[in-house]
T-cell receptor, first 115, second 113 residues
Framework: DTAVSQTPKYLVTQMGNDKSIKCEQNLGHDTMYWYKQDSKKFLKIMFS???????INETVPNRFSPKSPDKAHLNLHINSLELGDSAVYFC??????????????FGEGSWLTVV | GENVEQHPSTLSVQEGDSAVIKCTYSDSASNYFPWYKQELGKRPQLIIDIRSNVGEKKDQRIAVTLNKTAKHFSLHITETQPEDSAVYFCAAIGLSNTGKLIFGQGTTLQVKP
């Protein structure tokens, strides 16, 4: 059973296109995240939703728009793709987003290449 | 702002030796410090974590120490094996209701057989 699953795993697309990455978790968690990992392996949070409510929105271009139809799903839509958007995008989830922290479980990643 | 510094960026050891990775954090309110291991082409996975009410935690060959006064924490791997080769990330989370996890820059560990 895949706890956090995201699709597609690989995506190659041209500059200017619009694309979406979907994520689903079957852990019953309240909180979901999108992280971006660049070519230098640096992991940076982009967004977080807690029970469908946006709670973290880092300095990300507004071409990136997350959507959470329910607490088990968090999708990422990217408009007008640029070369610099090429990266691995990880979806993740955790039981809650409260004080003290808790284990974050990552999906397998979506490798986005913009050409 | 919140920041986590991790050193070294690369580490090469002989099989059987110990490896130590160090991190410092800036937010004195941080109280949860996980370590993640990421193998090539795979997802980051939690290997050990520590909370601010303890100074050390062990799990077989892996241990983490925390010095809250100095705001640093370390990962210790003993008797390293080739399968320990991976990128290791430290992280810190603060006293907020957002669950925001700040990652260090990562350490690429190579264990030579």
């Amino acid at each position: 059973d895949t706890a956090v699953s995201q699709t597609p795993k690989y995506l190659v697309t041209q500059m200017g296109n619009d694309k979406s990455i979907k994520c689903e978790q079957n852990l019953g968690h309240d909180t979901m995240y999108w992280y971006k990992q660049d070519s230098k392996k640096f992991l940076k949070i982009m967004f977080s939703y807690n029970n469908k409510e946006l709670i973290i929105n880092e300095t990300v271009p507004n071409r990136f728009s997350p959507k959470s139809p329910d607490k088990a799903h968090l999708n990422l839509h990217i408009n007008s793709l640029e070369l610099g958007d090429s990266a691995v995008y990880f979806c993740a989830s955790s039981h809650y987003a409260g004080v003290g922290g808790n284990t974050i479980y990552f999906g397998e990643g979506s490798w986005l290449t913009v050409v | 702002g919140e920041n986590v510094e991790q050193h070294p960026s690369t580490l090469s050891v002989q099989e059987g030796d110990s490896a130590v990775i160090k991190c410092t954090y800036s937010d004195s309110a941080s109280n949860y410090f996980p370590w993640y291991k990421q193998e090539l082409g795979k997802r980051p996975q939690l290997i050990i974590d520590i909370r601010s009410n303890v100074g050390e935690k062990k799990d077989q060959r892996i241990a983490v120490t925390l010095n809250k006064t100095a705001k640093h924490f370390s990962l210790h791997i003993t008797e390293t094996q080739p399968e320990d080769s991976a990128v290791y990330f430290c992280a810190a989370i603060g006293l907020s209701n957002t669950g925001k996890l700040i990652f260090g820059q990562g350490t690429t560990l190579q264990v030579k057989p």
